[in-house]
Structures are given as structure tokens and as C-alpha cells.
């Protein structure tokens, strides 16, 4: 499926023009630090390992590269490959040997457990980016589910895995899961992410309903997207960001419908169904109005902070380090942030704004 979406992506690429914007760049008078940014792809995306990327960009789709259009404005940009339907464990494995310039280690007891080969690719001799360290801090950027993929990367820089530790003699554990490194990263973006789960997949129970548990179906679920948020503490020296997106509108009778010509139509039924629909998952979480308006895939309550860490609303004069700062609601359906396709819409400027804020911290 991934495939033909990809495909379907590239020829209409070619019927829609890119955008012509003014030409903003890199404030160099207010900034404080110049650290590399690392977009990371969400579930079905890709990135520039992948050929697809070179047809169509996955950042800027049909309204041009993103990647190519920032870093062309001072900002050092670059665009991460990771399993289009991989777990956030498998991916955060993979978008870390990326940058680390290593193979992809899945962990001893994690590959054991689910039962895949413990490594993969090399990347040892096209690292995505040339240095990475605590003085050679990143930005992390992921859409949709690679929201939740740069997350896990982050928590797992600063605590390790104490089950990967367990399971691993110490001559043999890759330093992903050693910890210690938190002040590597440093600040996190989720935009129009699944961050406490979607209600798009309903209410039924993952354990049940899918056989595979290791992917990121199973990780989007309500529940478990909750139970994996237990697992990511926020750091003190990092800063948190979250973009929540909305293509829906109130009725009168409390539902929410698409807004007309802003909704991708793959989006559109999905969107009518979440913004109708309330219930209790298999855990007991209860579901109820707030979770109705949505971007197509994502609830917009969900793509804010999650729900057991602190947060503050983005306030770009007092934006603190270990809190989620929860920017205001994007108007524009799941892939706007990404930049949409039958409804093309540029966010270079969005981009250039954001990147020079998280420069000026």
C-alpha cells in the first residue's frame, strides 16, 4: 500500500506548480544556538535514503523540497528514513544508527521478544548527519508518528533501555540503550501527532485485533500509545514543542465535519467518523467530546502535550526547557505541516518562523 501511495504521490506531483513565497531566511541577529534539524516521516512516509524521495519529496510534497529550501536559507536541514510501518522502538533504532553512523541495533531482548533479526542496515558510511554529540547538539522534527519515534529516540539517549541492559553483555549493547545522553538533543517538535493515541483505529483491543504487536498500528491504539507515554519522561534540557492541526468545524449538535477544501480526500471519511464518535478503550480510558475535533487522523486534543507530562501553552518569550510548549492549533488537515496534495499548501515560512524561533531559545 505504501508503494502505490508513493506512486500515486509522484504523478500528481507533476500537475500541481511549486509555490512561489517570499524568500525568508535564517535570523542570524537574534540567534543563540545553530544546531542541525533532523525531520523524521510518519507512518507510510519516507525520506532521503529512499528513491521516492528524490520524485517526490516527502517534506514539501507537491509545493516543492522542503529540505532543499531551508537549507538553502542557512538552516542545516536533513530528512531521515525509517520503516513506513515500523514500531517507535524499531524506528527510533533505526533513525539513531542514521545519525550515530552505525548499523541498526534492534536490541537483544527487543528483537528476541518480537521475533525479527536483531540488526539491520549500515549506515556507517553515509551518516545523515556528520557529527553528533553534547556539543554537537540536534533538533528532532517528526510528523504524525514520527512524532512519537523522535520522542522514544530522546528518552532513550538520556535513560537507555534497563531491559536491553539486562539482556546484553556490556562489550555488546549498542550505546543507544546505555543512556546518559540527554543533553545530545537538543529540543523535540510533534506535529499533528498521535502523541496520545488516535480514535481513528475505534476502540477494539490491539492485543486482540492485530497479530503483529511490534508496529505502529499497535503503538497509535489509544491504550497503548498512553502506556508508551509512561515510558518517555520529559528532560530538563530539553525543549518540548507540539503543533496540533484541526480541518474540522462544530455543528450545532456538539459533532465535527470536514471543512470543505482543505481536506485531502483520503482524509475525509475518517474525519467525519472520529468527529462523531466517543467510547471507553479496553483499558478504560474514556473518550469523550473534546476528542472530537480532529486533522483527518489525528484527534487534536491527542496532538497536543501528552496527557501525564507538563505543559504551557507556546509562548514564544518564556519558552522553558522539560515542559511540552503546546503551540496553537494549526488550521489544516493531517498532511498540511508536510504540505498536502489535491489542496497544495506552502509552509516554507511556517518552517523558516519555527526554525528561527527554536535558534533564538
Not at 332 to 359: C, Q, T
Request: charged share 20%; hydrophobic share 40%; proline share 5%.
Amino acid at each position: 500500500m505504501a508503494k502505490i501511495i508513493s506512486l500515486l504521490m509522484a504523478l500528481i506531483m507533476f500537475a500541481f506548480p511549486s509555490f512561489n513565497v517570499p524568500k525568508t531566511a535564517k535570523n542570524t541577529e537574534t540567534m543563540k544556538t545553530d544546531y542541525e534539524y533532523v525531520f523524521v516521516h510518519g507512518l507510510s512516509g519516507w525520506g532521503s535514503y529512499d528513491f521516492v524521495n528524490k520524485l517526490l519529496p516527502h517534506w514539501g510534497l507537491t509545493t516543492g523540497d522542503m529540505m532543499k529550501y531551508l537549507r538553502a536559507r542557512g538552516f542545516s536541514c536533513h530528512s531521515a528514513s525509517v520503516d513506513p510501518q515500523g514500531s517507535a522502538w524499531d524506528r527510533a533504532c533505526e533513525l539513531y544508527a542514521q545519525l550515530a553512523g552505525t548499523v541498526v541495533d534492534y536490541g537483544k531482548a527487543h528483537s528476541e521478544k518480537y521475533g525479527h533479526d536483531r540488526f539491520g542496515r549500515d549506515f556507517s558510511k553515509n551518516p545523515l548527519i556528520k557529527s553528533w554529540n553534547n556539543t554537537d547538539k540536534i533538533n528532532l522534527l517528526g510528523h504524525s508518528f514520527g512524532g512519537a519515534t523522535v520522542r522514544l529516540l530522546a528518552a532513550l539517549m538520556a535513560n537507555g533501555s534497563e531491559e536491553e541492559r539486562n539482556a546484553t553483555e556490556e562489550n555488546d549493547i549498542s550505546p543507544l540503550f546505555t543512556g546518559g545522553k540527554a543533553d545530545w538533543i537538543y529540543s523535540v517538535t510533534a506535529l499533528a501527532a498521535p502523541t496520545n493515541g488516535t480514535s481513528a483505529y475505534g476502540f477494539g483491543d490491539p492485543d486482540i485485533l492485530l497479530e503483529n504487536h511490534d508496529c505502529a498500528d499497535y503503538d497509535m491504539y489509544i491504550d497503548k500509545a498512553l502506556a508508551l507515554n509512561e515510558t518517555m519522561p520529559v528532560m530538563d534540557c530539553t525543549y518540548y514543542f507540539a503543533v496540533p492541526c484541526s480541518s474540522t468545524e462544530k455543528n450545532e449538535d456538539g459533532t465535527y465535519t470536514p471543512v470543505k477544501g482543505i481536506n485531502e480526500p483520503m482524509m475525509i471519511s475518517s474525519a467525519e467518523r472520529m468527529g462523531k464518535t466517543t467510547g471507553v478503550t479496553p483499558e478504560g480510558f474514556v473518550v469523550d467530546e473534546s476528542w472530537l475535533e480532529n486533522d483527518g487522523l489525528v484527534n487534536t486534543v491527542s496532538a497536543g502535550a501528552p496527557f501525564n507530562a507538563p505543559s504551557q501553552p507556546l509562548d514564544k518569550e518564556n519558552i522553558r526547557p522539560g515542559v511540552w510548549n503546546v503551540a496553537p492549533v494549526y488550521s489544516g488537515d493531517h498532511m498540511a505541516l508536510i504540505g498536502d496534495l489535491v489542496y497544495p499548501k506552502s509552509v516554507r515560512e511556517f518552517y523558516v518562523d519555527w526554525l528561527n524561533m527554536i535558534n533564538a531559545i
